[in-house]
């Protein structure tokens, strides 16, 4: 008898837990595919460029990637799995809770986290170099910058791919 109260509860309490763990899916798929564009083409384009255009075209995607698009994937992956972790948890899909939770909290350390704590730094930092007349002066800013920025941006696309693995598992717990 209590069992199948507990699945009734359950069942009848994932009306709302199935639209937020979908939208923390939605937005972790966002967020990890961003930073695994970072990797995998745009700094590879850059570190080919002319140093004077990197260092350029960095500091003008630096500065237009705070927008209304953008904010949602990096600001909300974090509490909206956090959200859906504890709705599941509480309509007795604690699997699915764990999950989300547990991805949440990465995002929220190793995506956000990273992201505010060194590369946004670094960013504000590269903002404030005048572009160098010289190639060498150049290569040589944009060497100090690349690799460093490159590794931490690693860590967090692999944090966040773990993060939709997880948001993914937690969606795939929820089934009946």
């Known amino acids: 008898m209590y069992h199948d109260q507990v699945m009734v509860t359950r069942r009848d309490g994932l009306g709302l837990v199935l639209p937020v763990a979908f939208a923390g899916l939605l937005l972790a798929g966002g967020i990890f595919g961003f930073f695994y564009a970072w990797i995998c083409s745009t700094m590879w384009g850059l570190d080919a460029a002319d140093p004077r255009v990197a260092i350029a075209a960095m500091q003008a995607m630096n ?8 904010a949602p994937a990096f600001f909300g992956t974090g509490p909206v799995l956090l959200l859906a972790g504890v709705l599941a948890a509480r309509a007795g899909a604690g699997r699915a809770g764990w999950a989300m939770g547990l991805g949440g909290v990465l995002y929220l350390v190793g995506g956000m986290g990273l992201t ?21 002066e150049a290569a040589r800013i944009w060497a100090a ?15 966040s791919g773990v993060v939709l693995m997880l948001a993914g598992y937690g969606l795939y717990s929820l089934r009946s």
């Open 145 to 159: 910058y690349s690799p460093r920025w490159q590794v931490f941006n690693t860590i967090r696309t692999i944090v």
């Open 116 to 136: 505010i704590m060194v590369n946004v730094p670094m960013n504000e930092a590269l903002a404030l170099v005048t572009v160098p007349e010289t190639t060498e």
């Open 63 to 70: 500065a237009s990637v705070r927008n209304a698009v953008f």
